[in-house]
C-alpha cells in the first residue's frame, strides 16, 4: 500500500520536533510533503529556524518549509517560552539551519496541494495553533471536501485546560481559527490533553531514548529531558506529557488508542472560557458528531513504537 501523504502544520516546540522525527522514521507508511510553519509556542521567526533545524537534524534538508501566518485570526499572539525555552526548542545543542525557506506562504502552499492532488488523499496533521488550517479553508473553500482527514494535537474534556481553567494552549491561541476547522466539515480526528496527558516522559523512557546511540537519540533525550523539567508536580512523578507525537502515533497505529465519536463545539464569546473544546461526550444535544475524540492510549507500546521508528533515523 502507498505511503499515507501528510502536511505537518507545526510550531516546534519540542514536542513538535519529536513528533516530526517520528513521522520522517516512518517513509514507508507516511509521505510527509511538507512542513507548514505557524505562529504558537513561540514566534514564527523561531518556529520555522526550528522546523528546518529538526530537517537537518533528520538528513531530511530536501523537505520544504514554508513559512505561515505569524499571528491568530483578530487577537494577539499567546506564546509558551515559559514551556519551551527562549528558542522554543531548548535541550540540544544543535547548528543553525543552512536549507531555506520556500518562497511560498505556507497557505498558499496547502491550497495548491489539496487542489493538485487527488481528491482524498491528504491528510493534514496540525500540532499548532489552527491558523493555517482555517486561513486555507476560508481562502479557498473548495479544498475542505478534498483533505482526506484532519488529525490534530488540541483541546480537552476532562483533562481541563493547561493555559487556562478551560483552555489547551493550541485551541486557546487562536480559538477562531479552531472553530473555523472543527465546523467545516471536514473529517476530524482530536488527540487532546485527555490521551496526550497519559503518554508521559518516564526517566525511564528518556533513557531508551538516550541509549539508540545516535544523534537523533541523544536530540530527543535532550528534548523531553528538557520538556519535563517544566511544573512535573502537575503530572506526578512520573513525567512530562509527550503531546503532539501522539498524533503519529495515531496515523502509525491506531490500535493503541480509544476513541470516540463526539460533537465538539468551540467557545469564542467569553474570555473566561475562550478557547474550551465544549464536548458533547453523553450526546445531551441534538448536535451531530463532527469529531473522532481520543481519550485513551497503550502508553508503553507507544513509546515502544517511538523509540524503535526514531532508532531508523
Same mark, same amino acid.
Given at each position: 500500500?502507498?505511503?499515507?501523504?501528510?502536511?505537518?502544520?507545526?510550531?516546534?516546540?519540542?514536542?513538535?520536533?519529536?513528533?516530526?522525527?517520528?513521522?520522517? %522514521?516512518?517513509?514507508? *507508511?507516511?509521505?510527509?510533503?511538507?512542513? *507548514?510553519?505557524?505562529?504558537? /509556542?513561540?514566534?514564527?521567526?523561531?518556529?520555522?529556524? +526550528?522546523?528546518?533545524?529538526?530537517?537537518?537534524?533528520?538528513? #531530511?534538508?530536501?523537505?520544504?518549509?514554508?513559512?505561515?501566518?505569524?499571528?491568530?485570526?483578530?487577537?494577539?499572539?499567546? *506564546?509558551?517560552? $515559559?514551556?519551551?525555552?527562549?528558542?522554543?526548542?531548548?535541550?540540544?545543542?544543535?547548528?543553525?539551519?543552512?536549507?531555506?525557506?520556500?518562497? &511560498?506562504?505556507?497557505?498558499?502552499?496547502?491550497?495548491?496541494?489539496? #487542489?493538485?492532488?487527488?481528491?482524498?488523499?491528504? *491528510?493534514?496533521?496540525?500540532?499548532?495553533?489552527?491558523? /493555517?488550517?482555517?486561513?486555507?479553508?476560508?481562502? %479557498?473553500?473548495?479544498?475542505?471536501?478534498?483533505?482526506?482527514?484532519?488529525?490534530?494535537?488540541?483541546?480537552?474534556?476532562?483533562?481541563?485546560? +493547561?493555559?487556562?481553567?478551560?483552555?489547551?494552549? +493550541?485551541? $486557546?491561541?487562536?480559538?477562531?481559527?479552531?472553530?473555523?476547522?472543527?465546523?467545516?466539515?471536514?473529517?476530524?480526528?482530536?488527540?487532546? @490533553?485527555?490521551?496526550?496527558?497519559?503518554?508521559?516522559?518516564?526517566?525511564?523512557?528518556?533513557?531508551?531514548?538516550?541509549?539508540?546511540?545516535?544523534?537523533?537519540?541523544?536530540?530527543?533525550?535532550?528534548?523531553?529531558?528538557?520538556?519535563? &523539567?517544566? $511544573?512535573?508536580? #502537575?503530572?506526578?512523578?512520573?513525567?512530562?506529557?509527550? $503531546?503532539?507525537?501522539?498524533?503519529?502515533?495515531?496515523?502509525?497505529?491506531?490500535? @493503541?488508542?480509544?476513541?470516540?465519536?463526539? +460533537?465538539?463545539?468551540?467557545?469564542?464569546?467569553?474570555?473566561?472560557?475562550?478557547?474550551?473544546?465544549?464536548?458533547?461526550?453523553?450526546?445531551?444535544?441534538? &448536535?451531530?458528531?463532527?469529531?473522532?475524540?481520543?481519550?485513551?492510549? /497503550?502508553?508503553?507500546?507507544?513509546?515502544?513504537?517511538?523509540?524503535?521508528?526514531?532508532?531508523?533515523?
Amino acid at each position: 500500500m502507498a505511503a499515507r501523504q501528510i502536511i505537518i502544520d507545526t510550531d516546534p516546540g519540542q514536542d513538535d520536533a519529536v513528533a516530526i522525527l517520528f513521522a520522517l %522514521a516512518c517513509p514507508e *507508511t507516511l509521505d510527509v510533503l511538507a512542513l *507548514t510553519c505557524v505562529a504558537g /509556542n513561540v514566534p514564527l521567526a523561531l518556529t520555522t529556524r +526550528n522546523a528546518r533545524m529538526i530537517c537537518e537534524l533528520a538528513g #531530511r534538508s530536501d523537505l520544504p518549509v514554508f513559512a505561515g501566518c505569524d499571528s491568530p485570526l483578530g487577537r494577539e499572539l499567546v *506564546t509558551a517560552e $515559559h514551556v519551551h525555552g527562549r528558542s522554543g526548542l531548548d535541550g540540544p545543542d544543535l547548528p543553525e539551519p543552512a536549507m531555506p525557506l520556500q518562497d &511560498r506562504h505556507a497557505v498558499d502552499f496547502i491550497i495548491e496541494t489539496l #487542489r493538485t492532488r487527488p481528491s482524498g488523499t491528504v *491528510t493534514l496533521v496540525p500540532i499548532g495553533p489552527l491558523t /493555517n488550517i482555517a486561513t486555507a479553508f476560508t481562502k %479557498a473553500p473548495d479544498i475542505i471536501e478534498r483533505v482526506q482527514d484532519i488529525v490534530l494535537m488540541g483541546g480537552a474534556h476532562a483533562a481541563h485546560g +493547561n493555559v487556562t481553567p478551560a483552555a489547551e494552549f +493550541n485551541i $486557546h491561541v487562536d480559538p477562531a481559527a479552531a472553530a473555523c476547522v472543527f465546523g467545516a466539515g471536514a473529517p476530524l480526528t482530536v488527540l487532546p @490533553l485527555d490521551v496526550t496527558h497519559k503518554a508521559l516522559v518516564t526517566p525511564a523512557r528518556n533513557a531508551a531514548f538516550r541509549a539508540i546511540g545516535t544523534r537523533v537519540g541523544d536530540a530527543v533525550g535532550a528534548l523531553t529531558g528538557f520538556y519535563e &523539567r517544566y $511544573h512535573p508536580e #502537575r503530572h506526578g512523578a512520573d513525567g512530562a506529557p509527550l $503531546h503532539d507525537p501522539c498524533t503519529i502515533g495515531w496515523l502509525l497505529q491506531p490500535d @493503541l488508542f480509544s476513541a470516540r465519536r463526539v +460533537n465538539v463545539e468551540i467557545e469564542t464569546g467569553s474570555e473566561l472560557t475562550m478557547g474550551m473544546t465544549v464536548v458533547d461526550w453523553w450526546g445531551v444535544t441534538d &448536535r451531530p458528531a463532527n469529531t473522532t475524540f481520543v481519550h485513551d492510549i /497503550n502508553a508503553q507500546a507507544f513509546f515502544d513504537l517511538l523509540t524503535e521508528r526514531l532508532a531508523r533515523l
